[in-house]
């Protein structure tokens, strides 16, 4: 196969991050690949699980678009998984479609009682799936533009915090009012997700979320960015200002305790603060030297307050460990080619490819400090890419890593226990280089 091959491939999707994010959890292999390959075609981007415990955890750490599943799956069926994401997440409107083949009144009003916003009878119609699957994304965009605060934390959202922040800048523009912002992350957030669980997270950052709100001063502002990373917006303020304002929060909030069946325990957060002294500074510019100085925070020790006072300090970057196993020397020089190509803001890139996964694993590179992506084929001659897969989930269960696998269209079966060893993602050969590129970057934005 050569490179020219395969970049054959029509109405796929572009580098647009802004691509709907489809999630797909049902245990029928055969339909699951069909529908994923008709809604790629369609310029959309699918990641799919057919294991629903790990489908779960799955869907709050991708924040999809639109969650797509089947009422008829073992251990935990549709119904359970749609109630288990309703009760714990109701606040974010994700569009939520159950398929069955349960064609009863009985089952139509479960699925509605559960939390689905349409129920879609089995054996599908592609074609009309799809059309209704395009009104719930319009549905979906159409709610986000027009809503300025974040549906779980009810503060207000990063979209008007752009808008603020172009005031405020005009303002500071025209005035010898001083202006700061401060970038806040939870520590160890991820940790407390995987030890007490997604839904005892939410209920931290809700937590988080009014403390500040209610001891924040009035003239000052609050922000959800993303995931648990919030911004205060100190308008009028020098950085000696918004540094005491921050430090009195930091220390009242460590003291507070949490609970979780019987269990104790305190949150600390990490800030980093930025004050304006640019007239030419963009909000994205001003965004990003606050969290450059949440970076160095959270390098030095976490549960503490760092200042930025100059745009041109410089951060020692975090490492990314992109590794390459592919037996094939062509396509493994195309993937070198599309990772070489991205730009992550903050991180430092380090590419490395291997012919085999023994090699991979002689390397000790997955011990490297850092995080990991791993892009394999799933058939190769020495060490295939589920004896890969395996050992690498048994050495780094809970190291933050994403993994990519490419299979051809007769590797059903490889692809099913992948899967269900915890892959994050498959492709199906042949496929584009600019497809290729913008499913690394969605994956990896999900990562960060």
């Known amino acids: 196969m050569t490179i020219e091959q395969i970049q054959i491939s029509p109405n796929k999707a572009t580098t647009d991050n802004q691509v709907p994010l489809i999630h797909i959890?049902?245990?029928?292999l055969v339909g699951l690949i069909s529908l994923k390959n008709n809604l790629e075609d369609k310029g959309w981007m699918v990641v799919a699980d057919t294991d629903p415990q790990k489908a779960i955890s799955h869907y709050f750490e991708m924040c999809p678009d639109c969650l797509i599943l089947n009422a008829q799956l073992p251990n935990k069926n549709g119904y359970q998984i749609l109630e288990e994401i309703q009760k714990h997440n109701s606040k974010i409107f994700v569009?939520?479609?159950?398929l069955s083949s349960d064609t009863s009144r009985e089952a139509r009003i479960n699925a509605y009682k559960s939390g689905a916003d349409d129920f879609i009878i089995k054996p599908l119609d592609l074609e009309e799936l799809?059309?209704?699957?395009?009104r719930h994304i319009d549905r979906k965009r159409t709610y986000e533009q027009t809503v300025l605060i974040d549906e779980l934390t009810k503060v207000y959202n990063k979209k008007f915090l752009e808008i603020e922040l172009e005031k405020s800048l005009d303002d500071w523009n025209r005035s010898d009012y001083s202006l700061t912002i401060a970038a806040l992350d939870l520590d160890n957030f991820s940790y407390l997700n995987?030890?007490?669980?997604?839904?005892?997270?939410d209920s931290i950052l809700l937590d988080f979320a009014g403390f500040v709100k209610e001891n924040i001063r009035s003239g000052d502002a609050f922000f959800r960015l993303w995931g648990d990373r919030f911004l205060i917006h100190f308008p009028r303020t020098n950085n000696q200002e918004a540094s005491e304002v921050v430090n009195r929060l930091l220390s009242k909030y460590s003291t507070k305790m949490h609970e979780k069946e019987g269990q104790f325990f305190n949150v600390t957060f990490s800030a980093g603060l930025f004050e304006v002294q640019n007239v030419e500074l963009t909000p994205k510019a001003a965004i990003q030297l606050a969290e450059r100085a949440l970076d160095i925070s959270k390098r030095e020790g976490k549960a503490r307050v760092e200042t930025i006072k100059d745009e041109s300090v410089s951060l020692v970057k975090k490492?990314?460990?992109?590794?390459?196993?592919?037996?094939?020397?062509?396509?493994?020089?195309?993937?070198?080619?599309?990772f070489a190509s991205l730009e992550i803001e903050n991180f430092e890139i380090n590419i490395e490819m291997f012919e085999n996964g023994v090699k991979f694993f002689e390397s000790n590179r997955i011990e490297a400090k850092g995080k990991h992506f791993i892009v394999m084929e799933a058939v190769m001659p020495i060490m295939n890419g589920i004896e890969i897969l395996s050992r690498v989930r048994q050495l780094k269960p809970r190291?933050?890593?994403?993994?990519?696998?490419?299979?051809?269209?007769?590797?059903?079966?490889?692809?099913?226990?992948?899967?269900?060893?915890g892959a994050d993602d498959y492709m199906i050969k042949?496929?584009?280089?600019?497809?290729?590129?913008?499913?690394?970057e969605r994956l990896l934005q999900r990562m960060m």
């Not at 799809?130 to 395009?134: A, D, P, V, Y």
């Not at 995987?194 to 997270?201: A, L, N, S």
């Open 25 to 28: 959890i049902d245990d029928d």
């Open 95 to 98: 569009p939520k479609l159950l």
């Open 130 to 134: 799809t059309i209704r699957l395009e």
């Open 194 to 201: 995987k030890r007490y669980g997604h839904f005892t997270g």
């Open 319 to 338: 490492q990314l460990h992109i590794s390459i196993i592919d037996h094939d020397m062509i396509i493994r020089t195309m993937l070198m080619k599309v």
């Open 399 to 421: 190291s933050p890593l994403r993994i990519l696998m490419l299979a051809g269209k007769k590797d059903e079966k490889e692809i099913a226990r992948a899967l269900k060893l």
């Open 430 to 440: 042949p496929f584009s280089i600019t497809e290729l590129k913008a499913r690394i």
